[in-house]
């Protein structure tokens, strides 16, 4: 969940920077930042813009797009770093710069994303703007590439993973506050209706809605579907206003006490069936209890207390850590966990791959992690720092803990929210001081890009097959550069 299990990410491509950092010897001027800003901007719309929509990279050779796996020319993404991901810091840039041509900018996003809005108010990964050929390249390639099992049903309702829904409606809400159009209003309230309906009773979401007959239709704690759905909710109701967000929020949270599993197993599982048990998620996300889970949602029930001042969030936790460190290896350097636990027995569990093509793969669960799939296998859980954290909390009186986080949220530095590893990987190597926005500065080049090697893996066989090697321009990576550049201007104009 959140940034630290999102481990599909992390095998399917890595990039670097090709260019080395130098140090300035003077802070660049705030005119110079704006310039590269601009230029950067008008780069990613004159060049590379489809409607207004981005993919997540492009081989500079062609410029062929790429989302999570190969575009067709007709597609954008929608999945972060992306479409929406662009708007949202396009709307911080006309906030902190005042110039209207990144507002201008954001229109076109939105645009985009209202034509490939689904009918009932969601998104899917992608637009395509010539659907008739959607199904066939699906038929061809997303469905052959087995390492990318979401993409391998056709599929044609929106989804709540990877944060596809939730970037795009976060986006229309912050656009309307500056431009109250009414074609933008229409798509802001139609996502926020869908995010409504879409919840079950308990409070749960699913993973895709309207509904399809397998796992997507399970309560989804898995890559932030829940987690995210209260976040919106809630930015909502301080947005628009109104208890119905409010409400709908709270019942998210509540559900997290409704899913927590009884002991001596009193940890949580990445998804749900209907009668609240463990529900199997993709080939190797296990029907059982989840250690990565279960840390994730130990956070998100602290942050439910600092934001609603309700101790009744932080009642299941003691139980959980105390189960997790029943599970913690103590025998093993380098990590604390394993992520899957066999039901009654507490035995780490695996995901044995064999096969090296979508027609002969095949996924087993197995207690030996010896040439085990590579999903959340080795995880680190800082229970000591877990404990002294939920100490203070529980110390505190309310009002100053949702006082704190109120006031945390109004200083949070830009970016506001991340998602996605180019967008991560930028991020972790750059920096808004003098020298970090000189470097930035310094290494675009004449176009107004960043260029960047690109390492993308096999879709057919990632892991028998060399990848492929590319130079190419990530989306993440300019929107990470832009934020950087933004922050600077903010601390020094």
Same mark, same amino acid.
């Given at each position: 969940?959140?940034?630290?299990?999102?481990?599909r990410?992390?095998?399917?491509?890595?990039?670097?920077?090709?260019?080395v950092?130098?140090?300035?010897?003077?802070?660049?001027?705030?005119?110079?930042v704006?310039?590269?800003?601009?230029?950067?901007?008008?780069?990613?719309?004159?060049?590379?813009?489809?409607?207004?929509?981005?993919?997540?990279?492009? $081989?500079?050779?062609? $410029?062929?797009?790429?989302?999570?796996?190969?575009?067709?020319?007709?597609?954008?993404?929608?999945?972060?770093?992306?479409?929406? =991901?662009?708007?949202?810091?396009?709307?911080?840039?006309?906030?902190?710069?005042?110039?209207?041509?990144?507002?201008?900018?954001? *229109?076109?996003?939105?645009?985009?994303?209202?034509?490939?809005?689904?009918?009932?108010?969601?998104?899917?990964?992608?637009?395509?703007?010539?659907?008739?050929?959607?199904?066939?390249?699906?038929?061809?390639?997303? *469905?052959?590439?087995?390492?990318?099992?979401?993409?391998?049903?056709?599929?044609?309702?929106?989804?709540?993973?990877?944060?596809?829904?939730?970037?795009?409606?976060?986006?229309f809400?912050?656009?309307?506050?500056?431009?109250?159009?009414?074609?933008?209003i229409?798509?802001?309230?139609?996502?926020?209706?869908?995010?409504?309906?879409?919840?079950?009773?308990?409070?749960?979401?699913?993973?895709?809605?309207?509904?399809?007959?397998?796992?997507?239709?399970?309560?989804?704690?898995?890559?932030?579907?829940?987690?995210?759905?209260?976040?919106?909710?809630?930015?909502?109701h301080?947005?628009?206003?109104?208890?119905?967000?409010?409400?709908?929020?709270?019942?998210?949270?509540?559900?997290?006490?409704?899913?927590?599993?009884?002991?001596?197993?009193?940890?949580?599982?990445?998804?749900y069936?209907?009668?609240?048990?463990?529900?199997?998620?993709?080939?190797?996300?296990?029907?059982?209890? =989840?250690?990565?889970?279960?840390?994730?949602?130990?956070?998100?029930?602290?942050?439910?207390?600092?934001?609603?001042?309700?101790?009744?969030?932080?009642?299941?936790?003691?139980?959980?850590?105390?189960w997790? /460190?029943?599970?913690?290896?103590?025998?093993?350097?380098?990590?604390?966990?394993?992520?899957?636990?066999?039901?009654?027995?507490?035995?780490?569990?695996?995901v044995?791959?064999?096969?090296?093509?979508?027609?002969?793969?095949k996924?087993?669960?197995?207690?030996?992690?010896?040439?085990c799939?590579?999903?959340?296998?080795?995880?680190?859980?800082?229970?000591?720092?877990?404990?002294?954290?939920l100490?203070?909390?529980? /110390?505190?009186?309310?009002?100053?803990?949702?006082?704190?986080?109120?006031?945390?949220?109004?200083?949070?530095?830009?970016p506001?929210e991340?998602?996605?590893?180019?967008?991560?990987?930028?991020?972790?190597i750059?920096?808004?001081?003098?020298?970090?926005?000189?470097?930035?500065?310094?290494?675009?080049?004449?176009?107004?890009?960043?260029?960047?090697?690109?390492?993308?893996?096999?879709?057919?066989?990632?892991?028998?097959?060399?990848?492929?090697?590319?130079?190419?321009?990530?989306?993440?990576?300019y929107?990470?550069?832009?934020?950087?550049?933004? =922050?600077?201007?903010?601390?020094?104009?």
């Amino acid at each position: 969940m959140n940034t630290y299990y999102h481990l599909r990410a992390v095998f399917l491509f890595s990039l670097s920077i090709v260019a080395v950092p130098l140090f300035a010897e003077s802070p660049p001027a705030p005119d110079a930042v704006r310039a590269a800003m601009h230029k950067a901007t008008a780069c990613m719309f004159d060049r590379y813009a489809n409607h207004g929509g981005f993919v997540w990279w492009y $081989d500079l050779k062609d $410029d062929t797009p790429y989302g999570e796996l190969k575009a067709r020319p007709s597609m954008i993404w929608v999945e972060p770093p992306s479409t929406p =991901s662009v708007g949202n810091m396009l709307l911080e840039s006309y906030a902190i710069t005042g110039d209207s041509y990144y507002l201008d900018c954001a *229109s076109k996003v939105a645009d985009a994303l209202i034509r490939g809005q689904h009918p009932a108010g969601g998104w899917q990964y992608y637009i395509d703007f010539e659907p008739a050929g959607t199904h066939a390249y699906w038929e061809s390639f997303f *469905s052959k590439c087995w390492g990318w099992q979401e993409h391998m049903k056709w599929r044609t309702n929106c989804t709540f993973d990877d944060f596809a829904t939730s970037e795009p409606t976060r986006f229309f809400m912050r656009l309307c506050k500056v431009r109250n159009e009414a074609r933008f209003i229409e798509a802001r309230d139609n996502a926020l209706g869908f995010i409504l309906r879409a919840q079950y009773p308990d409070g749960a979401w699913p993973q895709r809605y309207p509904l399809d007959e397998d796992y997507s239709a399970y309560s989804t704690f898995n890559d932030s579907v829940i987690a995210d759905c209260i976040s919106v909710l809630l930015e909502a109701h301080e947005s628009i206003g109104g208890d119905v967000y409010y409400k709908a929020a709270r019942k998210g949270m509540d559900f997290y006490l409704l899913a927590q599993l009884p002991e001596p197993q009193p940890g949580w599982a990445q998804q749900y069936t209907r009668e609240l048990k463990p529900g199997w998620g993709r080939p190797f996300e296990l029907d059982t209890v =989840s250690a990565g889970q279960t840390l994730d949602n130990i956070q998100d029930l602290m942050r439910f207390y600092r934001i609603t001042g309700d101790k009744k969030y932080l009642e299941p936790i003691p139980r959980a850590l105390d189960w997790l /460190e029943r599970v913690r290896f103590k025998d093993v350097q380098g990590y604390t966990h394993t992520y899957f636990y066999e039901a009654g027995t507490d035995r780490p569990m695996y995901v044995l791959q064999t096969g090296t093509t979508v027609d002969d793969v095949k996924f087993t669960p197995t207690y030996d992690p010896v040439g085990c799939y590579p999903y959340g296998d080795r995880i680190s859980i800082a229970l000591d720092a877990l404990r002294g954290e939920l100490k203070n909390l529980s /110390e505190s009186e309310p009002e100053t803990v949702q006082a704190a986080y109120k006031k945390e949220q109004v200083e949070k530095a830009l970016p506001k929210e991340s998602w996605g590893l180019y967008l991560y990987r930028v991020l972790a190597i750059t920096k808004d001081t003098p020298e970090g926005v000189a470097d930035i500065l310094r290494m675009q080049d004449a176009r107004g890009l960043w260029v960047e090697e690109i390492s993308q893996l096999d879709p057919f066989s990632p892991f028998t097959a060399p990848p492929y090697k590319a130079q190419g321009y990530t989306t993440g990576g300019y929107i990470g550069r832009m934020y950087r550049m933004l =922050s600077y201007l903010k601390a020094h104009s």
